[in-house]
């Protein structure tokens, strides 16, 4: 079994995220506060939220407000909210842009494997992303949860009856992707992003030989 993550492994996600960010934090560095302390603000306030809140684009816009009134010392005016809200149209829309190789990579392993699709975030949201990306056909099963982490891969291995150790998690984010699924037994695919969002690094063991590390999302066909 091939269990693939989402966003920024079958198609690119927090690209448009950087995108809002970079103006962000354009519109609200001053001489008091540069980009990188602006960053660091906002790094704590989505980190924070994303325990209580969740993720997604709606959860990213109100970190964003919070993130004005944090560094404002006051809320939000409401033409300061009105700017915010205007980024909403970044993340609306029917299209996704598949990262290269991706289509025809999953088609080959479809015919090879059973797959699943495993991602996070706003259930509506990952649903749209889902159905616009044209790869559902290839998945045996899609999960759409509100964490990943090591209690996510259990409950999914005992879901479909499977041996962790002959299951591969495959992925970009060390924090959702491999180290929890390492922890709960299954192997995994590291497949680096060089936009991941920063609170998805992560430190993986070098000498852990039950993760198999490679350089593109269609490599796969020459391991599976």
């Given at each position: ?8 492994t ?9 995108r ?30 994303a ?19 944090r560094l404002?010392?006051r ?11 205007g980024w ?16 025809e990579?999953?088609a ?21 992303k889902?159905a ?6 290839h ?19 005992r ?15 060390p ?24 609170l ?13 590390r ?7 066909l020459?391991?599976?």
């Open positions: 079994m091939l269990i693939f993550d989402a966003d920024d079958l198609w690119e996600n927090n690209v448009v995220f950087e809002v960010i970079d103006e962000f934090l354009e519109w609200m560095t001053h001489p008091g506060l540069d980009r990188g302390g602006v960053r660091a603000v906002l790094d704590g306030i989505e980190a924070a939220n325990v209580t809140l969740g993720y997604g684009s709606k959860v990213f816009l109100h970190s964003l407000g919070e993130c004005v009134a404002r010392g809320a939000a005016t409401d033409e300061e909210a009105a700017r915010i809200s909403a149209a970044a993340f609306d829309g029917d299209r996704v842009e598949l990262i290269p190789g991706v289509a990579t999953l080959e392993l479809a015919r090879r494997h059973d797959l699943l699709l495993l991602t996070k975030g706003d259930t509506e949201e990952q649903q749209r889902i616009a990306s044209g790869l559902v056909r998945f045996r099963g899609v999960h759409i949860v509100a964490e990943k982490n090591t209690a996510t891969y259990e409950e999914l291995t879901a479909y009856d499977l041996e962790p150790g002959s299951a591969w998690m495959i992925g970009n984010s924090r959702s992707d491999i180290l929890p699924a390492r922890s709960a037994g299954l192997n995994a695919v590291f497949i680096p992003h060089d936009r991941t969002w920063v998805e690094h992560g430190e993986l063991d070098p000498a852990d030989e039950k993760i198999l490679l350089p593109s999302f269609g490599a796969l020459r391991h599976f």
